[in-house]
């Protein structure tokens, strides 16, 4: 089933770097919200949009981005299934570490990455017409 991404209410913002007890409770619910919706391999590429603090490495210029409580890429909302399967203007991404990265991060673990993906991330250029990156 698709869901759009949403980010649960009863989520605090990190506003540091440190690790206090609080941080422990939303890290625990964060990774519940991501297991229940997103699935494990989603999960680690999805949390950091729902910390302040932990935002510095993602590409929110070319990537997805958070708008309030919504994930958006380009003017398109973002869908994730279960599987971490992405769903953007009703064309599907296969859920993989390198698409993953590619969508998300500045800086790519490029051993993720495979020629496969950087097909896809192409053919999701194409469709969004938003990518000079690669």
């Given at each position: 089933m698709r869901r759009p991404l949403h980010t649960p209410h009863s989520i605090k913002r990190d506003v540091d770097d440190d690790v206090s007890t609080d941080?422990?409770?939303?890290?625990?619910?964060?990774?519940?919200?991501?297991?229940?919706?997103?699935?494990?391999?989603a999960t680690p590429y999805v949390l950091?949009?729902?910390y302040e603090s932990k935002r510095r490495g993602l590409d929110t210029d070319?990537?997805?981005?958070?708008?309030?409580?919504?994930?958006m890429i380009g003017d398109?909302?973002?869908?994730?299934?279960?599987?971490?399967?992405?769903?953007?203007?009703?064309?599907?991404?296969?859920?993989?570490k390198g698409l993953w990265e590619l969508l998300t991060r500045k800086k790519l673990d490029t051993n993720s990455v495979t020629r496969d993906d950087l097909k896809q991330y192409d053919n999701f250029g194409?469709?969004?017409?938003a990518f000079g990156r690669l």
């Open positions: 941080d422990q409770q939303i890290e625990r619910e964060v990774l519940d919200f991501g297991a229940m919706t997103v699935g494990a391999l950091p949009y729902l070319y990537g997805i981005r958070r708008e309030g409580g919504v994930f398109s909302q973002v869908s994730v299934d279960r599987d971490g399967k992405i769903h953007i203007k009703n064309v599907d991404f296969p859920a993989t194409d469709e969004q017409c």
